[in-house]
């Protein structure tokens, strides 16, 4: 008998496009009044007016317009994952990356296994420091070439990078995206309940390294010592210093990006800046020259592309949705049977709500700004603390990017790795469950502490 496959992710994302385009005949049309928040600066909704509005059904001529509407609506990410890519892909034949693990596993030699927690540590930190993402779907050939030569699974890859950049944001106490517009909404100082969030954040990271590296030294293979194509393109690397000058860079280049993204607040086009500089100085100081570095931007794009328009056609399913003007009738839905609860259950109820609410919603940051103006009052009223309103938001939906379909990001790094969804899931599910479990409780002492 053979094991159930999941439809390949292009095909699954289409299918929920679908979906939405079919709720959108089923659902009754309805929204909430919003209005201009003046501390986030975002539009966001009013308690308690939700009201029905005309019928919206979107049409199939509709969905494949909004495909491409997904695809605008995401571009700065799209063209960030394009332009990183082709950089990194211009790195890659220069010789820099396979110098840099040869350096890296020499010092490490026999204590390899080091390297992984190592790396996850890294991405977690960002993820809790200003929610990473999209940024990391770019670094799949270093990430890669890593692998590949300590003889872990590519799994390993994205459980190490993005799976731990969204753990780290799920119990983040400083996230801007998430506990920042949370805390604001909810009208809440910034940074509060930090010590109890760290507590909590550095258990929840410390399990998905545990989980990670265990499974990669199960899953071991012998290392890959020969060249790729890029390699073997770039020649000899011990007898030039050349490939150690673009490898300072690219390190640079990270110190760079670190900042902007922290303490400059850089968008998405900043970042695609950075990486096409990178791009450029790096082909030729490791002398690719003007039509070597041309070349790998090009075969950089051809190589990121199935990823990039994955993020593209995710952002198409929540188009979909506000076009029918469902998004806000599914809120509705799903928030007003919580305020028949008693007060613990009705915790618990907002993480299990905020966990669905985040496949149709997949931005972080846009389903704080629908939800915490619907469920502070509602909080409020069943005598259940601002705070930990907050923490159900973020486990609820921050760890529902860890096994969600419709996580563009996530589709995007299996696409670019070549790991299957339902491998992934295979992997994954067991460990969200904990972590779940493990925000749950944290809910209930938030709740006894009085947080």
Request: with cysteine; aromatic share 8%.
């Amino acid at each position: 008998m053979n094991r159930f496959r999941f439809p390949h992710p292009l095909v699954l994302i289409v299918g929920f496009i679908i979906l939405a385009a079919a709720l959108s005949y089923v659902l009754p049309a309805g929204e909430f009044t919003r209005h201009l928040d003046a501390v986030t600066g975002r539009q966001v909704v009013v308690a308690g007016s939700y009201h029905a509005v005309p019928a919206t059904p979107v049409s199939p001529l509709d969905v494949l317009v909004d495909v491409p509407k997904g695809l605008a609506d995401a571009a700065a990410v799209v063209f960030l994952i394009f332009l990183a890519g082709g950089a990194f892909t211009v790195v890659d034949q220069t010789g820099a990356l396979r110098f840099g693990v040869d350096w890296l596993l020499r010092r490490a030699h026999g204590r390899e296994v080091l390297v992984i927690p190592l790396v996850g540590t890294l991405f977690a930190t960002m993820g809790a420091l200003e929610n990473m993402g999209e940024e990391i779907i770019p670094l799949v050939p270093v990430l890669l070439v890593l692998m590949r030569r300590l003889g872990y699974p590519v799994l390993t890859a994205v459980a190490a990078s993005v799976g731990a950049a969204f753990v780290g944001a799920s119990f983040s106490p400083i996230n801007p995206f998430q506990v920042g517009i949370a805390q604001k909404l909810a009208q809440l100082p910034l940074l509060s309940g930090g010590a109890f969030r760290m507590g909590f954040l550095l258990v929840a990271v410390g399990l998905w390294l545990w989980a990670t590296t265990r499974h990669a030294v199960r899953h071991r293979l012998a290392p890959d010592l020969g060249l790729d194509a890029n390699e073997a393109a770039a020649g000899p690397t011990a007898s030039s210093a050349r490939p150690g000058l673009v490898l300072l860079l690219m390190l640079g280049a990270f110190a760079v990006f670190a900042y902007g993204v922290v303490q400059l607040h850089w968008e998405f086009e900043q970042m695609s800046a950075l990486f096409l500089g990178l791009g450029v100085v790096a082909g030729l100081v490791g002398g690719r020259g003007l039509t070597g570095t041309a070349e790998g931007f090009i075969a950089g794009f051809r190589d990121i592309a199935f990823s990039a328009m994955l993020v593209g056609f995710a952002r198409a399913i929540f188009v979909v949705l506000e076009q029918g003007h469902i998004v806000d009738t599914i809120v509705q839905g799903l928030a007003a049977p919580l305020g028949h609860l008693p007060v613990a259950l009705a915790a618990l109820g907002m993480m299990g709500v905020q966990t669905l609410l985040h496949l149709p919603v997949p931005s972080g940051s846009g389903q704080a700004t629908l939800t915490m103006p619907l469920l502070v009052p509602l909080s409020d009223i069943l005598g259940l603390s601002r705070q930990v309103t907050v923490l159900a938001f973020q486990y609820g939906a921050g760890l529902c990017e860890l096994i969600s379909p419709t996580n563009g990001t996530l589709m995007a790094m299996l696409a670019a790795t070549g790991v299957r969804f339902e491998h992934w899931i295979r992997f994954a599910a067991p460990l969200w469950a904990a972590l779940f479990a493990l925000g749950a409780v944290a809910v209930v002492v938030g709740i006894a502490a009085g947080v």
